[in-house]
C-alpha cells in the first residue's frame, strides 16, 4: 500500500516529539549530574552573554531541594 504525504507527515511530527522527549531527558540528567557533583553550569544570557548556573538553581529548575532531594 502506498504511503500518503500526510501520513509520512504525521510519522515525521511523531517522531519528533520523541527526540525532543530524549533531548529532554539527556540534558536534564546531565544538567543534574553536574549539580550532585557541585559544578555550575553555564549558558547563554542576554545579548551574547554568559550565565553562570549554580547547582541548587539546576535543582530548583527540576522541582528538587537545594540538595537535590524531591520536595515534599
Not at 504525504?5 to 553536574?34: G, P
Not at 553562570?52 to 535543582?59: A, L, M, S, V
Request: one cysteine or more; hydrophobic letters at 35%; proline letters at 4%.
Amino acid at each position: 500500500m502506498t504511503e500518503t504525504v500526510q501520513d509520512r507527515h504525521t510519522k515525521m511530527k511523531e517522531m519528533n516529539k520523541l527526540i525532543e522527549q530524549a533531548h529532554f531527558e539527556s540534558t536534564r540528567d546531565a544538567l543534574l549530574e553536574h549539580a550532585r557533583m557541585g559544578r555550575s553550569v553555564c549558558e547563554a544570557g542576554p545579548n551574547g552573554t554568559v550565565v553562570w548556573i549554580e547547582p541548587k538553581e539546576i535543582f530548583a529548575r527540576y522541582g528538587l531541594d537545594e540538595f537535590g532531594r524531591p520536595t515534599a
